[in-house]
């Protein structure tokens, strides 16, 4: 069973502070998505990463996948109350049409 | 363009009662999905359509939980008889086809008493 571990699970800032969040797994993923979600909502996919070593910038977060497609990192610039949410890494297995597999999340709470 | 619609938003119901959730996807999308998602961790697939049939409902509770798409369109998802443990949002999403990225509707927050 392929499994997403993500990292830290509670993180409370201050408004323009730096943050990473962390998504790994033991497995192989063809491509690793970002969702955010806000209370009451339904997760809304950020990015989609599928070469080993990419970086996509989608401005003020900047999103990796692994070099051996195990893990991803999410990294926030100067932190803003609207950044306030869940965040989610989901995998897809290499299995084509198979569903996502979705980590428990990063709830982020951004103060001014 | 609609988004993923579902209803009703909240349900509350006494354990050993029954519940249904509707689910209606964007237009033209193929895939359809019934996610669970308790408090605390990520959503869990529940069961994939591919228009009307099942790609995988491997994790689908089949002593209580069912799930239909008859028309390829609309769908249902049945919980009978409730348990506690299934106080939960369910969460339907639908994309393009088994690749496509995934549109999710608002969710069904569910409260078992």
């Known amino acids: 069973t392929q499994l997403l571990e993500q990292s830290p699970q509670f993180l409370s800032i201050q408004e323009g502070e730096n943050l990473t969040v962390y998504c790994n797994s033991s497995?192989?993923?063809?491509?690793l998505q970002w969702y955010r979600q806000e209370p009451g909502e339904g997760p809304v996919l950020l990015v989609t990463?599928?070469?080993?070593?990419e970086v996509k910038k989608l401005k003020r977060l900047t999103f990796q996948f692994g070099d051996a497609r195990k893990d991803s990192s999410l990294h926030i610039t100067a932190a803003q109350p609207g950044d306030t949410g869940l965040y989610l890494c989901?995998?897809?297995?290499?299995?084509?049409?198979?569903?996502?597999?979705f980590g428990k999340g990063t709830t982020l709470s951004v103060s001014s | 363009e609609a988004g993923v619609a579902q209803s009703p938003r909240y349900k509350i119901i006494e354990k050993r009662q029954s519940v249904a959730f509707w689910c209606n996807p964007i237009?033209?999308?193929?895939?359809l999905y019934w996610y669970q998602q308790i408090l605390g961790q990520g959503p869990k697939l529940l069961i994939q359509?591919?228009?009307?049939?099942?790609?995988?409902d491997s994790q689908l509770p089949k002593d209580r939980f069912s799930a239909e798409r008859l028309k390829g369109v609309d769908s249902t998802l049945k919980i009978q008889p409730a348990k506690l443990e299934d106080s939960a949002v369910y969460l339907c999403?639908?994309?393009?086809?088994?690749?496509?990225?995934?549109?999710f509707g608002e969710g069904s927050r569910l409260t078992v008493l």
């Open positions: 999403a639908s994309s393009l086809d088994l690749l496509g990225e995934l549109f």
């Open positions: 497995s192989v993923f063809s491509s």
């Open positions: 990463v599928v070469t080993g070593g």
């Open positions: 989901a995998g897809g297995a290499n299995q084509a049409g198979t569903a996502l597999i």
């Open positions: 237009s033209g999308h193929a895939t």
């Open positions: 359509f591919q228009n009307n049939g099942v790609v995988d």
